[in-house]
Each structure stands twice: as structure tokens, then as C-alpha cells.
T-cell receptor, first 115, second 116 residues
Framework: DTEVTQTPKHLVMGMTNKKSLKCEQH?????MYWYKQKAKKPPELMFV???????INESVPSRFSPECPNSSLLNLHLHALQPEDSALYLC??????????????FGPGTRLTVL | AQKITQTQPGMFVQEKEAVTLDCTYD???????LFWYKQPSSGEMIFLIY??????QNATEGRYSLNFQKARKSANLVISASQLGDSAMYFC?????????????FGKGTTLSVSS
């Protein structure tokens, strides 16, 4: 089973709203990732959690706040977003193996629209 | 310089034909992994196939095979017997080094259209 789930599938929010994206995996993976993807572009890495600790933050604005409550869950808290933050937000997980594939498996994404 | 280059913005193929999607990469790290993902219009990134830098044989997964030419730094995806459901964006990606939790570096993608 290589399933990563994400909720909600679609989200529309105003610039003053606070919302959260949720990601869950039950594959025993120890690394989890947030990516942002604009239309017709490749995904851009935002954050990496390794063993529930933030290991990579790609200089993401503070209006995006990640949280990893446990090894299966990853949240992305959103506050005071801008219209240019509208995008597909993808979550991924991987086993965190030192050598070899460490394949990242992606969820279906959340399509976010900021009005 | 781009680390992953996909030179074909769009490719068109008829059902049941084979198609090759090009990918070249650039790294000085001797340990790396190469991945191909498929992204249909629904948005989900679907893992297709993996090739490690030390693998002696080309990877295969069903109708997908990876033509790995290490000296030329190319990792082309070959899809045999195309199906209508293969229409999607395809991304080549690389992971440099064997350190765990390393980010993937993606190419710009190739849109594949399969017609009947």
C-alpha cells in the first residue's frame, strides 16, 4: 500500500482567513514533504520533516507554518495568504532510507485558491 | 545550469505505439537516483520507475522502461504500447547523494498526448 491522503481536495480562502491542510500516511515512512506546484510547472519543495523534526525549510514565507504532530501526520497551517499563493499543494512521504531509492510517494494534492 | 533537462514540452503518439520521453541530468555526485513520475490532469503525482546510479541494468516496470546511459547522463523513459490513459504530464527527477530525506530535483516536464 503506497497511499498518501490529503484533505481537503479543494480549498477557497480569503486573505484574512486561517486554514490548515492535512496529510496522512500509514506506510511507516519517516520523512514527509510539502511541495507547491503552479500550473504547468514542476513541484517546488517547501518543507521536509525527518523523524518528526523539520529538516529543510526552503525559505518559505512565515504565512505558511508546517507541523508534524506524529510520524503519520503532516499539517500545513495557512494564514494571511496572498492570491499568488494559489496553487496545488502536494504532500509526499518516503521511507528515509540512506541508500538507494528512498522513493517519494505523493498524495492527490489540495487545490488552493486565495481570493 | 539546470540539473534535470526535459527538452520536449509536448509529445504526441497514437495508441499502441511506443514513445520515448527524454531526460538528461547533471551531477558531480557519484551516488544518485533518477525517478519518473506521471501527473494526470487530476493532479496526483504517480511514481513510475526508479534507476540508481550504480544499477547495472536498465529498470523496467510493466510497460515502462528506463533507458539509462550513464556516460551520456541520460535517463529516457520508454512507454511501450501507449494507451489513452497515458495522456498526462511526465516529470523526470533526481535525488543526489544517499543522505536520507533529500529533496527531489524535477525537470520542467513533458506533456504526452495519446490519440486513438
Amino acid at each position: 500500500d503506497t497511499e498518501v491522503t490529503q484533505t481537503p481536495k479543494h480549498l477557497v480562502m480569503g486573505m484574512t482567513n486561517k486554514k490548515s491542510l492535512k496529510c496522512e500516511q500509514h506506510m511507516g515512512h519517516r520523512a514527509m514533504y510539502w511541495y507547491k506546484q503552479k500550473a504547468k510547472k514542476p513541484p517546488e519543495l517547501m518543507f521536509v520533516y525527518s523523524y518528526e523534526k523539520l529538516s529543510i525549510n526552503e525559505s518559505v514565507p512565515s504565512r505558511f507554518s508546517p507541523e508534524c504532530p506524529n510520524s503519520s501526520l503532516l499539517n500545513l497551517h495557512l494564514h494571511a495568504l496572498q492570491p499568488e499563493d494559489s496553487a496545488l499543494y502536494l504532500c509526499a512521504s518516503s521511507q528515509e532510507s540512506q541508500g538507494g531509492a528512498d522513493t517519494q510517494y505523493f498524495g492527490p494534492g489540495t487545490r488552493l485558491t486565495v481570493l | 545550469a539546470q540539473k534535470i533537462t526535459q527538452t520536449q514540452p509536448g509529445m504526441f503518439v497514437q495508441e499502441k505505439e511506443a514513445v520515448t520521453l527524454d531526460c538528461t541530468y547533471d551531477t558531480s555526485d557519484p551516488s544518485y537516483g533518477l525517478f519518473w513520475y506521471k501527473q494526470p490532469s487530476s493532479g496526483e503525482m504517480i511514481f513510475l520507475i526508479y534507476q540508481g546510479s550504480y544499477d547495472q541494468q536498465n529498470a523496467t516496470e510493466g510497460r515502462y522502461s528506463l533507458n539509462f546511459q550513464k556516460a551520456r547522463k541520460s535517463a529516457n523513459l520508454v512507454i511501450s504500447a501507449s494507451q489513452l490513459g497515458d495522456s498526462a504530464m511526465y516529470f523526470c527527477a533526481m535525488r543526489e547523494g544517499w543522505q536520507a530525506g533529500t529533496a527531489l530535483i524535477f525537470g520542467k516536464g513533458t506533456t504526452l498526448s495519446v490519440s486513438s
